[in-house]
């Protein structure tokens, strides 16, 4: 008798159990890395709301993460009354927002000129674009601070303009310098020619322009690098520290940052560090948990594409 050939797929079955097993194995790693990188925001925000005696006492034990003892919202009541933070706040709020809506037009728009038009010198101009990002801030600070000094600006007297040389300690010298920026291009610029150009051959037969292609076509497409842009964008200008500091003196100006050396002079109040330092963590994580999705799905598509 000849003996039945196995099929070359047939092997050992895997058991059930297996597959549990690094599910579980795999789950278990996610909660540990999830309690890895919240623990230090857990324990800013439960020590917020403790005296800093409590603070250092339960520093070393699990109590350190817990809202338990003397907890108060004193040293929220105490951020305010040392220092303008709401005032803090809305100057970052504003200053973030304008950044963040003006990169996206700006950048959005030199994306579009470097991936969907067709002109001479436009691989040389993109690889201008990318060669900046090696150049350090601290490096063009000084500069930069410089060449603002010289800038000329209208300023509004009552129904008069007046043209004014200087832009410190003003917001547009927090806002315009940081507006285009070399990353955010790269990434619609990657987003964008992933989008089929045959879309654009069929709006240019309905007769659509370039900024109609642009606005209707290429833009609704864009979700995900939107959010991605919109989130590297709005980090850097709400943790804006060293040019603020350099550039604005009048406390009215100053945003959230710079504000929390307020509490290092004099007597150092951790428990207010805490307070100050999770109002200003609050709208950082709030969005990007909104964007989260949209942001994940465009940095996976820019990879491959690139």
């Known amino acids: 008798m000849t003996a039945t050939p196995q099929s070359p797929t047939a092997g050992p079955r895997a058991t059930p159990a297996r597959p549990l097993t690094r599910r579980a194995a795999a789950h278990t790693l996610r909660a540990g890395l999830v309690l890895f990188f919240a623990a230090p925001l857990v324990f800013m925000a439960v020590s917020s709301l403790k005296p800093d005696g409590q603070i250092f006492s339960d520093t070393g034990t699990i109590k350190a993460f817990l809202p338990i003892g003397d907890v108060s919202l004193d040293n929220y009541r105490g951020v305010f009354e040392r220092v303008p933070a709401a005032q803090f706040l809305l100057n970052s709020i504003l200053i973030s927002t304008v950044t963040v809506v003006a990169g996206l037009v700006i950048n959005s728009l030199a994306a579009f000129a470097l991936s ?43 129904f008069q303009l007046t043209l004014t040389t200087g832009w410190l300690d003003t917001y547009q010298v927090q806002i315009l310098p940081f507006i285009a920026n070399a990353f955010s291009v790269y990434l619609f610029h990657q987003y964008f020619t992933s989008i089929p150009t045959e879309l654009d051959e069929a709006a240019r037969i309905e007769g659509a322009g370039f900024f109609t292609i642009y606005r209707r076509v290429v833009l609704p497409l864009s979700g995900p690098a939107i959010a991605t842009v919109a989130i590297l964008t709005f980090l850097p200008a709400w943790n804006s520290y060293l040019w603020p500091l350099m550039v604005v003196q009048s406390e009215d100006l100053r945003p959230v940052m710079v504000g929390i050396q307020y509490f290092f002079q004099l007597n150092v109040a951790w428990g207010q ?29 820019t990879g491959v594409k690139g």
Request: aromatic letters at 12%; proline letters at 6%; glycine letters at 2%.
């Open 116 to 158: 969907r038009m067709r002109w001479r010198g436009r691989k040389v101009v993109l690889s201008a674009i990318i060669a900046t990002l090696i150049v350090p801030f601290e490096t063009l600070a000084l500069p930069l601070l410089w060449w603002v000094n010289k800038l000329p600006w209208l300023t509004a007297n009552g």
């Open 273 to 301: 560090i805490m307070a100050y330092s999770t109002m200003i963590t609050i709208p950082v994580l709030a969005l990007f948990l909104a964007f989260q999705r949209s942001f994940v799905n465009s940095i996976a598509s």
